[in-house]
């Protein structure tokens, strides 16, 4: 029975060892390549001088590391709950069984299809201070303001996190609508009949079975929003001042505009140990929660 399973083993091998190949080229080699590089006074060009920690002493004294991992912690605390609340409120909407339940799914998701590139343009073009079609609206009702929405500070964080969550739930709405429909019906029917009402089969039927799932958009949404960068470099570019440059556009910067792809690598690398920390703790309060 044991040879008969090792021969059936083997025969997979051919067909996983493509995507074995592909993953330790382009997964495994540069994690460990991004490691030494974070040793090294590295250019662009070539490989300079073992520096040792000297990259993460520095990293530690960058003034513009920490405010750039500020910003983007920012970014991650006003669009998680804010992602996940909405995306679920999408999702109970398009479940209804209404004529318009198509329509709903249909204009929901549709923006999560788009590049970062398009919904960038058209947030630059409807944003515009004297002719975007926002301003003109704002004036039709009365209202003699022209706001800088990428020239202010405050609307410019505004601007940035309506567009991501415009952007980026309709696929956590998915998640969401997929949960629902797999609840069972029968547990509404009893519950009907017991005279619960639809707030009771809310509260006592759909979240408790929408929450293993909320967990897992939860977590996604974190490690997608402490990732952010393509939006935020077209639309503000960073700016005003830097007051909304997340980190992975500082580490962009350094390596590629400075020329510093070891200092970059080190930064690259704190990132990747905030999220597995964030990870290992979401995971864990998963665990425990469903114990």
């Given at each position: 029975?044991?040879?008969?399973?090792?021969?059936?083993?083997?025969?997979?091998?051919?067909f996983l060892l493509?995507?074995?190949?592909?993953?330790?080229?382009?997964?495994?080699?540069?994690?460990?390549?991004?490691?030494?590089?974070?040793?090294?006074?590295?250019?662009?060009?070539?490989?300079?001088?073992?520096?040792?920690?000297?990259?993460?002493?520095?990293?530690?004294?960058?003034?513009?590391?920490?405010?750039?991992?500020?910003?983007?912690?920012?970014?991650?605390?006003?669009?998680?709950?804010?992602?996940?609340?909405?995306?679920?409120?999408?999702?109970?909407?398009?479940?209804?069984?209404?004529?318009?339940?198509?329509?709903?799914?249909?204009?929901?998701?549709?923006?999560?299809?788009?590049?970062?590139?398009?919904?960038?343009?058209?947030?630059?073009?409807?944003?515009?201070?004297?002719?975007?079609?926002?301003?003109?609206?704002?004036?039709?009702?009365?209202?003699?303001?022209?706001?800088?929405?990428?020239?202010?500070?405050?609307?410019?964080?505004?601007?940035?996190?309506?567009?991501?969550?415009?952007w980026t739930v309709?696929?956590?709405?998915?998640?969401?609508?997929?949960?629902?429909?797999?609840?069972?019906?029968?547990?509404?029917?009893?519950?009907?009949?017991?005279?619960?009402?639809?707030?009771?089969?809310?509260?006592?039927?759909?979240?408790?079975?929408?929450?293993?799932?909320?967990?897992?958009?939860?977590?996604?949404?974190?490690?997608?929003?402490?990732?952010?960068?393509?939006?935020i470099l077209l639309?503000?570019?960073?700016?005003?001042?830097?007051?909304?440059?997340?980190?992975?556009?500082?580490?962009?910067?350094?390596?590629?505009?400075?020329?510093?792809?070891?200092?970059?690598?080190?930064?690259?690398?704190?990132?990747?140990?905030?999220?597995?920390?964030?990870?290992?703790?979401?995971?864990?309060?998963?665990?425990?929660?469903?114990?």
């Amino acid at each position: 029975m044991m040879k008969k399973q090792w021969v059936h083993d083997v025969k997979a091998i051919p067909f996983l060892l493509p995507f074995f190949i592909a993953y330790m080229i382009f997964t495994i080699f540069p994690i460990f390549k991004g490691l030494e590089m974070s040793l090294y006074d590295w250019t662009l060009v070539r490989k300079l001088e073992f520096v040792g920690l000297e990259n993460y002493i520095k990293m530690f004294t960058d003034r513009h590391f920490w405010r750039t991992l500020w910003n983007t912690t920012l970014f991650v605390i006003l669009t998680t709950p804010s992602m996940v609340l909405l995306a679920l409120g999408l999702a109970l909407l398009s479940n209804l069984n209404t004529k318009l339940k198509t329509f709903f799914r249909g204009s929901f998701f549709i923006p999560s299809i788009l590049s970062v590139s398009v919904i960038s343009f058209l947030m630059i073009f409807m944003l515009q201070p004297y002719n975007g079609l926002v301003n003109n609206l704002i004036q039709m009702f009365g209202i003699e303001a022209e706001p800088k929405w990428m020239a202010d500070q405050g609307l410019a964080w505004v601007t940035i996190v309506v567009v991501t969550l415009w952007w980026t739930v309709g696929f956590n709405m998915i998640l969401f609508l997929a949960a629902l429909q797999d609840i069972p019906e029968s547990l509404y029917e009893a519950s009907e009949i017991d005279g619960a009402s639809r707030w009771d089969m809310f509260r006592y039927i759909t979240l408790p079975q929408l929450i293993p799932i909320g967990r897992v958009i939860l977590l996604l949404q974190i490690l997608a929003s402490y990732k952010v960068f393509a939006q935020i470099l077209l639309i503000t570019g960073g700016g005003p001042g830097g007051a909304t440059r997340p980190l992975i556009q500082y580490i962009y910067e350094v390596g590629f505009n400075q020329n510093n792809l070891g200092y970059a690598a080190t930064m690259s690398y704190a990132l990747f140990f905030i999220l597995l920390i964030l990870s290992i703790i979401q995971l864990k309060s998963q665990r425990s929660g469903e114990n």
